[in-house]
C-alpha cells in the first residue's frame, strides 16, 4: 500500500522551530518531485515548498521564504521541512505529498503546526 | 504567480444532479490542471490531471475539461459521497504551482 505518513507537528511559540518528517512507504519517492502544503483552520491548500525528485532544486512560496527549508532523503525515503521563525500564520494542518508529472498522486494524512504562547 | 480562481464558493446541488464546477487561470496553464476533492478531516485526494485524465479508481461521473485558462469539473450524477470540497491546482510553471480558493458542494 502507497503511504506518505508525516510527523514533527506540534505546539510550538512564536519565534521557535519545528522539523517535520514525511516517511514514505509501498513505493520510492526518489522519482517524484515532492511537496509540502499547508491548510489553515477552515481555509485553504497552499503550496508551501517544493525539491525535485534529486534533490537540486527547490521552491519556497513567499509566505515562508528564508524561515522554511526543505530536504529529502532518498537513501531514507524520507521528506523533511525545517520551519523556523515560526509565526501565529503558520499555524495549519501541514502535508506532504508527491506525485509524477506535476499532479500530486499521493497526499499524506497530515500533521498539525499549532504557534501560540 | 499564476491566480487561480474558481467559481461558485458555494453551488448546492441535489443527489442525482449534474454539477458544473469551473476554474479559470489569470494566464494559460495548456493543460496542466488538477482537480482534488476534500471531505472534512481528510486529505486531498486527486480526481483529474492534465485536466481530463482521470486518476485511479475515481469513477466515470467525474470529468474535467478546459485548456489554457478555462476549466470544468463536472459530476454527472452526484452521489452522497461527492459533497466536499473541490481544488483546482496548476502545475504549468512547476514548482511555483497554485491553488484555487475551491468550491464546496453542498446537498440542495
Known amino acids: 500500500e502507497v503511504q506518505l505518513v508525516e510527523s514533527g507537528g506540534g505546539l510550538v511559540q512564536p519565534g521557535g522551530s519545528l522539523r517535520l518528517s514525511c516517511a514514505a512507504s509501498g513505493f520510492s519517492i526518489r522519482s517524484y518531485a515532492m511537496h509540502w502544503v499547508r491548510q489553515a483552520p477552515g481555509k485553504g491548500l497552499e503550496h508551501v515548498s517544493a525539491i525535485s525528485s534529486d534533490g537540486g532544486s527547490t521552491y519556497y512560496g513567499n509566505s515562508v521564504k528564508g524561515r522554511f527549508t526543505i530536504s529529502r532523503d532518498n537513501t531514507k525515503n524520507t521528506l523533511y521541512l525545517q520551519m523556523g521563525s515560526l509565526r501565529v500564520d503558520d499555524m495549519a494542518v501541514y502535508y506532504c505529498a508527491g506525485g509524477v508529472g506535476g499532479s500530486y498522486s499521493n497526499w499524506g494524512q497530515g500533521t498539525l503546526v499549532t504557534v501560540s504562547s | ?108
Not at chain 2, 464546477?21 to 486531498?44: E, H
Not at chain 2, 489554457?68 to 452526484?78: P, Q, V
Not at chain 2, 483546482?88 to 484555487?100: A, I, K, L, S, V
Open chain 2, 1 to 108: 504567480e499564476i491566480v487561480m480562481t474558481q467559481s461558485p464558493a458555494t453551488l448546492s446541488v441535489s443527489p442525482g444532479e449534474r454539477a458544473t464546477l469551473s476554474c479559470r487561470a489569470s494566464q494559460s496553464v495548456s493543460s496542466n490542471l488538477a482537480w482534488y476533492q476534500q471531505k472534512p478531516g481528510q486529505a486531498p485526494r486527486l480526481l483529474i490531471y492534465a485536466a481530463s485524465t482521470r486518476a485511479t479508481g475515481i469513477p466515470a461521473r467525474f470529468s474535467g475539461s478546459g485548456s489554457g485558462t478555462e476549466f470544468t469539473l463536472t459530476i454527472s450524477s452526484l452521489q452522497s459521497e461527492d459533497f466536499a470540497v473541490y481544488y483546482c491546482q496548476q502545475y504549468n510553471t512547476w514548482p511555483r504551482d497554485t491553488f484555487g480558493q475551491g468550491t464546496k458542494l453542498e446537498i440542495k
